[in-house]
């Protein structure tokens, strides 16, 4: 842990600018108060189908994303970034692939259209989550060796010497805090996140089986929301936005949030931050992986127990 605050303390150090860290949350402030105020991400992009989508939410997901690069060059003085071809060949790349894996606009119609209808509810979980390694892991392997390869990072993926101990005495500290949460009425109404459907009596399998896939792959789609906030667009888009790619990508992290509770909108914005930071330090998502795998499984664990008690 003194690890991590060590790594903290010197990022805040050497990038806090107190303008540009206000106008950025004061702007993240009015971005969550209208989301949520209207429902938009809820009423708006996620009735959309197709590849309007797509469209939808690569607007979505830009408009605070270069709002916030834009506030980082204003008062670091470094408008210059945005003559840098690396700098739009590596964000717009980003955007794309974040916003494909929102709207994955071909997945319903493989769903809806090629499985029966006992499955449908399951076998849309299951790849939602595990779509994620085909639409952000493999483009990104892909973009990192024909673009990308001189750097030896592999966007976070090559760490050397990395210490895990840190990372689960966080969650060992997280812990209590989740078990408070989950006596909250909000808190079950969301999680778990496994809804119970009739694919286990279908396939005819108990339902533990069912729910262990969904579980499985919704951990695993952790290692590409990592990847791809932690991995692209902090380790990737340092060497155009130097320590400025830990908070721009806190914004847009934050925005990925708009379809669950407020409240877990707005801390995602200092968990999003501190992952960064780590990433940015160390080079390497697998100390973000671990906490972000560690806390959505321990929340659904939790969530369970919760559920068999109520029931």
């Known amino acids: 842990m003194k690890k991590i605050w060590y790594y903290l303390k010197d990022h805040l150090q050497q990038d806090f600018h107190p303008r540009q860290y206000g106008y950025t949350l004061g702007f993240l402030v009015v971005c969550i108060t209208l989301n949520y105020m209207f429902k938009f991400e809820d009423r708006n992009l996620e009735t959309m189908d197709g590849y309007w989508k797509f469209v939808a939410y690569f607007i979505f997901y830009s408009l605070p994303y270069f709002t916030a690069i834009f506030i980082y060059t204003h008062f670091k003085k470094q408008k210059y970034i945005f003559t840098l071809p690396d700098f739009w060949i590596k964000s717009l790349f980003g955007m794309t692939v974040l916003s494909l894996d929102s709207s994955v606009p071909f997945l319903s119609k493989l769903v809806y259209g090629n499985l029966p209808g006992k499955l449908h509810l399951w076998a849309w979980k299951v790849s939602i ?183």
């Not at 791809?228 to 400025?244: H, P, W």
């Open 129 to 311: 989550n595990g779509i994620s390694f085909f639409t952000v892991l493999i483009p990104i392997l892909l973009f990192y060796y024909f673009y990308d390869r001189q750097q030896k990072h592999v966007y976070g993926l090559n760490a050397k010497q990395f210490d895990m101990r840190p990372y689960f005495i966080m969650l060992l500290l997280m812990f209590p805090l989740l078990l408070g949460a989950s006596f909250t009425d909000s808190f079950l109404r969301q999680y778990p996140m496994y809804k119970t459907s009739q694919a286990h009596l279908f396939l005819n399998v108990p339902e533990f089986v069912t729910a262990g896939i969904y579980e499985v792959a919704y951990g695993l789609d952790f290692i590409t929301v990592e990847y791809l906030f932690r991995g692209f667009l902090v380790i990737g888009m340092m060497s155009v936005l130097g320590r400025g790619a830990v908070l721009t990508m806190a914004v847009v992290y934050c925005v990925l949030h708009f379809g669950k509770p407020a409240g877990e909108a707005i801390s995602s914005i200092f968990g999003g931050f501190i992952l960064g930071v780590v990433a940015y330090e160390t080079k390497s998502v697998w100390g973000g992986v671990i906490v972000h795998m560690g806390i959505a499984w321990m929340m659904e664990a939790l969530a369970f127990i919760q559920k068999l008690l109520i029931d």
